[in-house]
């Protein structure tokens, strides 16, 4: 009798705040598009509505250098931590992160000045640029098709271009289990070179299950991120947080539980609102209404209330948005 009552409470326990494992569902190839195509700003656009992740091809990166530039990333996890603290302090969000309880592994938050004073990263700084110069261009198509002015257009100007390369280093999980959910940062897009064969997984914006994704080998995996959602008025989906390795078919393989991530972000001085223009709503509203003639809201309003960069990724950094999207609170 005793053993029935404590079964019957331990169902009611609340859920843990980990994240939930993802589905058993095969992992799904993203949209690939190869950015020499002549229809590359279409391809993209609509993988950004439909999916908010994508994978490119023809990107110009070289193996080679994204395999020295993980070989060098390794090296700084070798490092004793009082090196790892001293080479890198921690100037939130940049510096070393050490292992903490809400999250897997170290990590490095790394902006060009880091990579750039250190000649041992010259491959990951290379890396990072040859990212950037792909990020940006996909920014600018996303912009053409969504039909806003790209803040970022005319070069790397550092009052309105942030550019944050995340070394993440994660610990191997049993079971299904999924990294925990601390460490999100806003951006606008982020990008990953697969440089193996390993499935990725994906947190949607909203909703709190995983999607399993298999991008192809030497592709560069581009995430949509909170800014990009914003700036399109919700016209692209987006990923919460970043894309996050499969650990439970890598084994003991250290190496290969390193993640190289670029983020393309803003200053934390800056505000994050949409970026359409009134004919844009326009549009958009006509389109809307052709498709949800039920719905009562108007579709061609602003769907974002203007948001504080700094404050925004404190909060998103600091706190587990596991199961409600971040931005709700911002939405009209």
Request: charged share 25%; hydrophobic share 35%.
């Amino acid at each position: 009798m005793a053993a029935d009552t404590l079964s019957r409470l331990l169902t009611r326990l609340p859920p843990s705040l980990s994240l939930p494992a993802p589905a058993a569902a095969p992992p799904i190839p993203p949209p690939i598009i190869t950015l020499s195509d002549s229809n590359a700003t279409e391809l993209v656009l609509s993988a950004a509505s439909e999916h908010g992740f994508f994978q490119l091809a023809g990107h110009g990166i070289a193996p080679r250098l994204a395999d020295s530039a993980e070989s060098e990333s390794l090296a700084l996890f070798e490092l004793p931590d009082d090196r790892k603290e001293m080479q890198f302090p921690r100037n939130w969000p940049l510096g070393f992160e050490p292992e903490e309880e809400d999250r897997n592994g170290e990590s490095f938050w790394l902006d060009d000045s880091a990579t750039t004073e250190l000649t041992s990263l010259s491959s990951l700084r290379e890396l990072t640029h040859a990212l950037e110069k792909v990020g940006l261009e996909v920014v600018e198509m996303l912009a053409r098709g969504v039909g806003f002015e790209n803040p970022f257009k005319g070069g790397e100007d550092p009052t309105r271009l942030c550019s944050v390369m995340v070394l993440s280093e994660s610990e191997t999980t049993s079971g299904g289990e999924t990294p925990s959910g601390g460490g999100f940062y806003p951006y606008v897009v982020g990008l990953q070179y697969q440089i193996r064969r390993q499935k990725k997984y994906l947190l949607p914006g909203s909703g709190s299950d995983w999607v399993t994704v298999l991008p192809e080998v030497e592709s560069v995996l581009v995430t949509v991120g909170d800014i990009g959602q914003v700036w399109s008025n919700g016209k692209l989906k987006k990923v919460r947080g970043r894309a996050v390795p499969c650990l439970e078919e890598l084994g003991n393989d250290k190496k290969r539980n390193i993640s190289m991530t670029l983020l393309l972000t803003l200053p934390l001085e800056s505000t994050i609102a949409p970026l359409v223009s009134d004919k844009q709503l326009e549009y958009y509203c006509r389109e809307e209404k052709e498709e949800e003639d039920d719905e009562k809201r108007s579709g061609g309003s602003m769907k974002f209330r203007s948001i504080e960069m700094e404050d925004y990724a404190w909060r998103v950094y600091h706190e587990p948005f596991l199961f409600k999207d971040p931005l709700d609170r911002y939405r009209f």
